[in-house]
């Protein structure tokens, strides 16, 4: 089955320790977006990519980190610099950087 | 600067009932609006898009309306059913950017 997968569903860290957030698309989309939702609010851009090996900062970049090595690849890091880590973050793709994103299901990620 | 906004947080509905979500946008540039369905605890869905040069599109029992005029989107769905409660998103894309900005969401409920 095509689609985005993010694992895992559920992530629980200590607060001080960095997290890699996985993101995986076999749609063969050239772009790929990370989005950070928190309760009762909409989506807020933290990072996108428009071609492998190449990314751009979004709205709340600070206290993440990205990397695009392989086409199908998106996987997020959110660093200890990040102020307030707790929030359910997804990953988006499309086959081109105007196109309809389509979603991954999410991972909720706690930090305490 | 940019927003995208929505009149209404919540909404209930009977459920074989008619329901009309509002969204209202500021962008002017704003080429490409999509509504997305998200249930709890998963990624949102594409549910209908419209571009500006459109004001109606009809899909399977859901129309989306565009008035340029007053900057305003909303959402018909015919005949709403249990299945339908999510929290829906209006989104607008800016002609030049490869972003969408979403808005905070309207939470559909349906009484049986």
């Known amino acids: 089955d095509g689609g985005i997968t993010q694992s895992p569903k559920y992530l629980f860290r200590k607060e001080g320790q960095n997290v890699t957030l996985s993101c995986e698309q076999n749609l063969n989309h050239d772009a790929m977006y990370w989005y950070r939702q928190d309760p009762g609010q909409g989506l807020r851009l933290i990072y996108y990519s428009q071609i492998v090996n190449d990314f751009q900062k979004g709205d709340i970049a600070e206290g993440y980190s990205v990397s695009r090595e392989k086409k199908e690849s998106f996987p997020l890091t959110v660093t200890s610099a990040q102020k307030n880590p707790t929030a359910f973050y997804l990953c988006?793709?499309?086959?081109?950087?105007?196109?309809?994103?389509?979603f991954g299901p999410g991972t909720r990620l706690t930090v305490t | 600067g940019e927003s995208v906004g929505l009149h209404l947080p919540t909404l209930s509905v009977q459920e074989g009932d008619n329901s009309i979500i509002n969204c209202a946008y500021s962008n002017s540039a704003s080429d490409y609006f999509i509504w997305y369905k998200q249930e709890s605890g998963k990624g949102p869905q594409f549910i209908i898009d419209?571009?500006?040069?459109?004001d109606k599109r009809q899909g399977q029992r859901v129309t989306v309306l565009l008035n340029k005029t007053v900057k305003h989107l909303s959402l018909q769905i015919a005949a709403t059913q249990p299945g339908d409660s999510a929290v829906y998103f209006c989104?607008?894309?800016?002609?030049?950017?490869?972003?969408?900005?979403f808005g905070s969401g309207t939470r559909l409920s349906i009484r049986p």
């Open positions: 989104a607008e894309r800016d002609s030049s950017a490869s972003k969408i900005i």
């Open positions: 419209i571009r500006s040069n459109m």
């Open positions: 988006a793709s499309s086959i081109s950087p105007d196109g309809e994103q389509y």
